[in-house]
């Protein structure tokens, strides 16, 4: 590796790409950029990567599993990569980007050559749900449905240009195939047997989000209290950076972390009908996509911002 990291984004011109390019210009690494007007050009792509030590990939799906196989070409001097997309979240081959999921995982993260970026609802479902499932409170087969809601800066430039329009719309639920592509992800990386159902919805707001689990403790194993939960997530989160354990509260705005690269995890609870609702607070276009990816970046570079 060069002294200075050469880190090359392919497909830096979309919503995600723009803001790692922008938030790189706070660490120690050298951009290589490649003409606008040749973007696409293969050749020019492919110089790119041989040029770099680490690849960001924000693309479509299809494009990125492209571009891996064009990294792959590279041979011995193929550089490691960072994949922003859905394709390869839950293909064994790849290590899951999410530091704080599992002790370790940063270690693995840092060692990786091929590191997917998680998306931004399945961050925060799998935060609230892995270590409740690690401790053996919540049944790995329980049937678990997440609400969540986005500003639409995550949903692509339809969904953007229809909200900046005036008289957008002020709340839409989507997804409603019970199909959606985070699915998988959720379901495999959060420890669960059965598939959750997983009902997305976008506010008429810019940024930030918030998802949410609701529970019936008496299904739980043992007489677990809403404070149990708390301790339980306290604990696995203890000395995170990016993730905090907050108490409830009476109500959640979904905008308060716009902007923030930080986590909230809650858990309301009420004991007259032993019933709790889980909450994961974040910035859509942070924590739960460019923040997580610069997080990524400093791992796999060892630099000091992780």
């Not at 479902?125 to 997440?146: K, N, S, T």
């Not at 997804?175 to 959606?180: A, C, D, M, Y």
């Not at 309301?268 to 019933?275: I, S």
Request: contains cysteine.
């Amino acid at each position: 590796m060069t002294q200075k990291p050469v880190i090359f984004i392919d497909g830096e011109a979309g919503t995600t790409g723009l803001e790692i390019r922008e938030r790189l210009s706070t660490l120690p690494v050298t951009l290589y950029s490649i003409d606008p007007a040749r973007r696409k050009d293969p050749a020019a792509r492919k110089d790119a990567m041989a040029a770099a030590d680490l690849v960001v990939l924000c693309l479509p799906d299809d494009a990125s599993r492209e571009a891996v196989q064009m990294a792959a070409t590279l041979g011995a001097s193929a550089p490691r990569l960072l994949d922003a997309s859905t394709a390869f979240r839950t293909d064994a081959t790849w290590v899951y980007g999410f530091p704080e999921l599992a002790k370790g995982q940063d270690r693995a993260i840092a060692t990786a050559l091929r590191v997917s970026n998680p998306g931004c609802y399945p961050t925060g479902a799998i935060a609230l749900l892995r270590p409740l499932i690690e401790a053996g409170v919540l049944d790995r087969h329980y049937p678990i449905c997440i609400n969540a809601v986005s500003g639409y800066s995550g949903g692509g430039r339809s969904m953007i240009e229809a909200h900046e329009r005036e008289g957008g719309p002020a709340f839409e639920l989507y997804g409603l195939t019970l199909e959606h592509k985070h699915v998988p992800e959720i379901h495999q990386h959060a420890g669960l047997t059965r598939r959750p159902v997983f009902v997305p919805s976008v506010g008429h707001f810019a940024r930030g989000m918030i998802v949410s689990i609701p529970l019936h403790l008496d299904d739980m194993q043992g007489h677990i209290t809403g404070c149990d939960l708390h301790r339980i997530l306290e604990e696995h989160y203890a000395g995170q950076a990016h993730v905090r354990v907050m108490p409830q509260e009476p109500k959640l705005s979904a905008e308060a972390l716009a902007g923030s690269d930080k986590m909230e995890l809650r858990v309301h609870a009420t004991t007259q009908t032993r019933q709790a609702l889980l909450t994961a607070r974040l910035d859509n276009l942070g924590k739960g996509a460019s923040g997580a990816a610069l997080q990524n970046i400093s791992l796999m570079l060892g630099l000091n911002n992780a």
